[in-house]
């Protein structure tokens, strides 16, 4: 892929996410990153990998999943285009990642180095406020996902799917959603029924 297509991916991006960098500033991530395609089904990193890239999804549906201890599929979060991938609390630790993120649909992302990625962040505040909405971006998902387990009942928590995935719900596996939302597919579908939503 030449530098203008690059350049293009990154400026598309910034502006699905309303953040403006300066072409200096572009072109420093240009710099460091390499687009890939991942067909439906491959792995962005897989359980026992080290955090060591990040993506940012230019197109497709990527989710986050473990197997538990008893064998069952279990999602953790999606990310869309837009969005990030890398483990967070793997990267910290320095540890081994404890779950997969894999594609569901055909995917290109941006791919960069953790490493070369931080060494023009620092000192960089433009980058840094870059990093730290899309990260933020992120956390809040998560937290709002894990609250939900505690204070909504399975139809608010199909809601809030809805209303922070508003473009998933013909684009992934019904399974995956009931997983994500800690019910069975059989309750899924009733409350997709009830709600009248005949996807």
Not at 18 to 40: H, T
Not at 53 to 72: A, C, L, M, P
Not at 104 to 127: A, P, R
């Amino acid at each position: 892929m030449n530098e203008n297509v690059n350049n293009v991916l990154w400026v598309n991006l910034l502006k699905s996410n309303d953040i403006f960098l300066d072409e200096e500033n572009i072109a420093l991530l240009r710099n460091v990153s390499k687009p890939k395609v991942l067909k439906k089904d491959m792995f962005f990193l897989q359980e026992g990998e080290k955090s060591t890239e990040i993506g940012f999804i230019i197109k497709g549906v990527f989710r986050s999943y473990y197997i538990d201890k008893s064998g069952n599929d279990v999602t953790k979060y999606f990310y869309a285009e837009g969005g990030i991938l890398f483990s967070y609390a793997a990267y910290l630790s320095q540890k081994e990642s404890m779950y997969c993120i894999q594609a569901l649909e055909d995917s290109e992302i941006l791919v960069v180095k953790i490493f070369d990625f931080e060494k023009i962040v620092e000192g960089n505040y433009q980058l840094l406020l870059f990093y730290k909405k899309m990260i933020d971006k992120t956390l809040v998902i998560k937290e709002e996902h894990a609250i939900s387990f505690k204070l909504l009942d399975s139809t608010k928590r199909y809601a809030q799917f809805l209303d922070t995935y508003p473009d998933l719900e013909a684009r992934v596996k019904q399974c995956h959603i009931a997983s994500y939302l800690g019910i069975t597919p059989v309750s899924l579908s009733r409350i997709r029924k009830k709600l009248n939503i005949n996807k």
